[in-house]
């Protein structure tokens, strides 16, 4: 129930549909949008920190997240662990609206989550 519960919290399609995102293709950028931040799903209950050292730290539900990342051929690419589960590898697109951030899965082809930055 956990791992469902984050994977629909880490690919919900965001309520800002009408947003205008501008991608973002390069490491540099992901990190200079993301350093010293937090990435909140309020509706989920999501924090995450994404820090330069490729890791993913924070929590969901109550529960500890953690995992690596990279970015490879203008993609985040990411594995996590939610609560023990694991929830596998995926490149997700991201892309930047003011203090919005959105990861699409699958290059861009699957669901989207939104998070504010603070």
Partial sequence: ???????????????????????????????SLVEGKQLRHRFYGITLNVLDTGQVLGSAIGWNVEGTWSWRDGYFCRELYWGG????????LVEINDDLIRFTVDQGAG?????RLR
Avoid: H
């Fill in 1 to 31: 129930m956990k791992t469902l519960i984050l994977a629909l919290g880490l690919t919900l399609t965001a309520g800002a549909a009408v947003a205008s995102y501008v991608k973002v293709t390069d490491e540099d950028t992901f990190l």
């Fill in 111 to 115: 669901r989207s989550a939104a998070f």
């Fill in 85 to 92: 589960s694991l929830i596998p590898y995926n490149c997700q």
